[in-house]
T-cell receptor
């Protein structure tokens, strides 16, 4: 079946540091890949997505590239801010069983300190 | 344009009871999915509704059931509640025609506590 593996957290960084959160996946076919962010006490917000190999998704300074050869979709940001503190989820979507469900990783908590 | 809304925000129930959670999709969306997010975990897919029918289901027992109405809103019902059902329940909506290229928009969730 489909699965997503994320690096475990929490990840603690100083403001303006470089961020990488690793994500690898296992899926049949060619899934779409997503990064969602969850702020404390809130639901999930889509951060970025990529729907085919070599696509780069980007939003709010965050980037991730769909690497089919390494089945990866690592999240990066060049300079994090305190306001980026949240839990980040990598997810994939594949057309299976007549529907299009999302399969999530376990999430990586990011803490950014001054 | 209202996004996905869910009610209630919080709920406390006793073991063995039944609960109904509600979701209104984003305007224009016709597909609703439900997810369970246990504390410290990623969301787990429960089921998806389209055209008022359940068309895909995750690994959840029959105690979990749902419904979709003609206006695309949806309900999640859980019978015979267990302590392990305590979680954040998330509703997500999407547009069928976008398939797996489109995104799912999430509501704020309903926090269910079973005592």
């Amino acid at each position: 079946g489909n699965s997503v593996t994320q690096m475990e957290g929490p990840v603690t960084l100083s403001e303006e540091a470089f961020l990488t959160i690793n994500c690898t996946y296992t899926a049949t076919g060619y899934p779409s890949l997503f990064w969602y962010v969850q702020y404390p006490g809130e639901g999930l917000q889509l951060l970025l997505k990529a729907t085919k190999a070599d696509d780069k998704g980007s939003n709010k300074g965050f980037e991730a590239t769909y690497r089919k050869e390494t089945t990866s979709f690592h999240l990066e940001k060049g300079s994090v801010q305190v306001s980026d503190s949240a839990v980040y989820f990598c997810a994939l979507m594949a057309l299976t069983g007549g529907g299009n469900k999302l399969t999530f990783g376990t999430g990586t908590q990011l803490k950014v300190e001054l | 344009d209202a996004g996905v809304t869910q009610s209630p925000t919080h709920l406390i129930k006793t073991r063995g009871q039944q609960v109904t959670l509600r979701c209104s999709p984003k305007s224009g969306h016709d597909t609703v999915s439900w997810y369970q997010q246990a504390l410290g975990q990623g969301p787990q897919f429960i089921f998806q509704y389209y055209e008022e029918e359940e068309r895909q289901r995750g690994n959840f027992p029959d105690r979990f059931s749902g419904h979709q109405f003609p206006n695309y809103s949806s309900e999640l019902n859980v019978n015979a509640l267990l302590l392990g059902d305590s979680a954040l329940y998330l509703c997500a909506s999407s547009l069928e025609t976008t398939g797996f290229l489109g995104e799912q928009y999430f509501g704020p969730g309903t926090r269910l506590t079973v005592t």
